[in-house]
């Protein structure tokens, strides 16, 4: 217990940095290290110790001031990955506003899978209460893909202008079709509220059950539900049949991957675990890919009906998309 004779050994700082940037605690990280000695009175450092490391370490990084941070860890992240994009936008003051990054996986994802893309401004972890908004799409796997992110000081129509030119600009320029979350709320509104976004085939069919369901609850001059009435076309799918949406609807991509984010990103982080946080769901997420074609390499498909067509589509489409063909 003499100062003079206590130390944190290297291999010890190395799974304290890594129990730091994946959000283990302090406590948890000491146990572990505890039992990995085969007891705490093997270790060659006391509680106070390891918790002094932690906190100068976390000093260190805050002197930086989250701009600094930041920016130092995209330039880190270029120097690593030439085709990594990043943008930011700074206000009069030269204060960080909005960020947009992708890496050159994400563009690469984008090459194959960009038909449709989901976009989402709902989730807010983060302890500026930023919105974050990733752009969302849907592999051969039908799995979750992620195209791009950014986190956003607002949600003013300049803002967007900016951030999907960013995007378009990281992208080559090439355009998908957007899902955004307008729908995706109205959805919960009512069972019958529901059929009138998916339900329906027919235009004039839909119109009349629309007006039904106006009299029915009484709605015939809610303002809300005129103006979302006059842009139909954007959310009741039976405007959009003629479009491909990769079999999703709205935004279910997105809120799905709301929960996936309550996982890894925590209230409490700044910017800069933030982002390191967020790189270790994206590498969890390629890493699900990666276990599917596996699986799919390792599987073969059978037939329920053996006709000539069949054989020939199974080797062409994955498991899951030949199931839906």
Not at 129 to 147: C, E, L, M, S
Not at 187 to 195: T, Y
Not at 304 to 312: A, Q, S
Request: proline letters at 2%; charged letters at 25%; a neutral charge.
């Amino acid at each position: 217990m003499l100062r003079s004779t206590r130390k944190i050994t290297l291999a010890q700082k190395a799974i304290a940095d890594n129990a730091e940037k994946f959000g283990i605690s302090i406590i948890q990280t000491i146990d572990f290290l505890s039992v990995q000695a085969g007891g705490c009175e093997n270790l060659d450092f006391l509680d106070v110790d390891y918790k002094n490391y932690i906190h100068s370490n976390r000093r260190r990084a805050l002197k930086k001031g989250d701009g600094r941070a930041v920016m130092e860890y995209f330039r880190n992240m270029q120097l690593k990955d030439p085709s990594y994009f990043y943008s930011i936008q700074l206000d009069d003051n030269d204060l960080i506003m909005n960020i947009f990054w992708a890496d050159a996986r994400s563009v690469v994802d984008y090459g194959h899978f960009s038909d449709v893309i989901c976009f989402d401004t709902t989730y807010r972890t983060n302890t500026y209460g930023r919105p974050f908004a990733p752009f969302i799409g849907v592999n051969h796997h039908k799995q979750t893909i992620i195209f791009g992110e950014a986190l956003l000081y607002d949600e003013t129509v300049d803002l967007f202008k900016w951030l999907f030119e960013t995007f378009l600009s990281a992208m080559s320029g090439k355009q998908p079709t957007i899902l955004t979350d307008q729908s995706a709320a109205m959805a919960k509104f009512a069972n019958d509220f529901g059929n009138c976004v998916y339900g329906y085939e027919d235009e004039d069919e839909w119109l009349f059950l629309w007006d039904n369901m106006l009299k029915k609850y009484n709605l015939m001059n809610n303002k809300w539900l005129d103006g979302i009435f006059d842009v139909k076309e954007k959310w009741a799918m039976v405007y959009g049949r003629h479009m491909f949406t990769a079999d999703m609807k709205s935004t279910q991509r997105s809120e799905s991957m709301n929960n996936v984010l309550k996982k890894y990103l925590k209230a409490k982080y700044n910017l800069l675990r933030f982002l390191e946080h967020y790189s270790k769901l994206l590498a969890d997420k390629r890493h699900q890919e990666l276990q599917a074609e596996f699986k799919m390499s390792q599987t073969t498909t059978i037939l329920k009906v053996d006709v000539e067509m069949l054989r020939h589509v199974v080797k062409l489409y994955t498991p899951e998309v030949f199931q839906m063909f």
